[in-house]
């Protein structure tokens, strides 16, 4: 690796898409910098953060003279500029695995809205009450549900063949429903995801900055 790697994400760990670039970026054992950004005091866009981060948002990499926004984005351009099998791949080998995988990305960072509008990753990351979910929000949940029940069966501990990001993912998702009735498999799924020494280490950082 010619130049270190900085990794902007906010200042209080919350951010589900900064925790992917997060692991993305553990999981290949690459030395990389965090550096916080206050989003709650706009900081997202303000100078230098803005003319860094293209679209303004959290999580950002910057790498050498290069700046990338978009967790889903990041982890791609990871795996493509620090190979396996020197790294750890973020994405399944096979072509079909891999585009399942970029799917499941995609659909989880565009569907769900009301299941993550009223369970926000402050009931996933401290264990916060959330409120009695609406028609919209149990409708989602179903929908995730049934697409996670798809694609993994009884005491799947991966989505593929190994780990991959879209994991991890689907895992933040998964837990937004801890508090509810979500089906023991997928419970066991989610809790075995969150033992990962990479998870492990964003939920330490999340806790050190707990107010």
């Given at each position: 690796?010619?130049?270190?790697?900085?990794?902007?994400?906010?200042?209080?760990?919350?951010?589900?898409?900064a925790?992917?670039a997060y692991?993305?970026?553990?999981?290949?054992q690459?030395?990389f910098?965090?550096?916080?950004?206050?989003?709650?005091?706009?900081?997202?866009?303000?100078?230098?953060y803005?003319?860094?981060?293209?679209?303004s948002?959290v999580p950002?990499?910057?790498?050498?003279?290069?700046?990338?926004t978009e967790?889903?984005?990041?982890?791609?351009?990871?795996?493509?500029?620090f190979?396996?099998?020197?790294?750890?791949?973020?994405y399944?080998?096979?072509?079909?695995?891999?585009a399942r995988a970029?799917?499941?990305q995609?659909?989880?960072?565009?569907?769900?809205?009301?299941l993550?509008?009223?369970?926000?990753?402050?009931?996933v990351?401290h264990?916060?009450?959330g409120?009695?979910?609406?028609?919209?929000?149990?409708a989602?949940a179903a929908?995730?549900i049934h697409?996670?029940?798809?694609?993994?069966?009884?005491?799947?501990?991966?989505?593929?063949?190994?780990w991959?990001i879209?994991?991890?993912?689907l895992?933040?998702?998964?837990?937004?429903?801890?508090?509810?009735?979500?089906?023991?498999?997928?419970?066991a799924?989610?809790?075995?995801?969150?033992?990962?020494?990479?998870?492990?280490?964003w939920?330490?950082?999340?806790a050190?900055?707990?107010?």
């Amino acid at each position: 690796m010619s130049a270190p790697l900085t990794l902007f994400v906010d200042s209080l760990f919350l951010s589900p898409y900064a925790m992917s670039a997060y692991v993305a970026l553990t999981e290949k054992q690459l030395p990389f910098e965090v550096r916080p950004i206050d989003l709650e005091a706009g900081e997202q866009r303000m100078q230098p953060y803005q003319a860094r981060a293209l679209t303004s948002r959290v999580p950002a990499l910057t790498h050498e003279d290069f700046h990338l926004t978009e967790s889903s984005a990041i982890a791609e351009y990871l795996d493509e500029a620090f190979p396996a099998p020197a790294h750890a791949a973020l994405y399944p080998r096979d072509v079909r695995a891999r585009a399942r995988a970029r799917q499941l990305q995609a659909w989880l960072r565009s569907d769900l809205a009301a299941l993550r509008q009223e369970r926000p990753t402050e009931t996933v990351f401290h264990g916060a009450a959330g409120q009695p979910l609406s028609d919209a929000a149990h409708a989602a949940a179903a929908k995730l549900i049934h697409v996670a029940g798809s694609l993994l069966g009884a005491g799947q501990a991966c989505l593929f063949d190994g780990w991959c990001i879209a994991d991890t993912d689907l895992a933040v998702m998964l837990k937004r429903l801890s508090q509810d009735d979500l089906p023991a498999p997928l419970a066991a799924y989610a809790d075995g995801q969150w033992q990962r020494p990479s998870v492990q280490k964003w939920l330490a950082h999340n806790a050190a900055a707990r107010p």
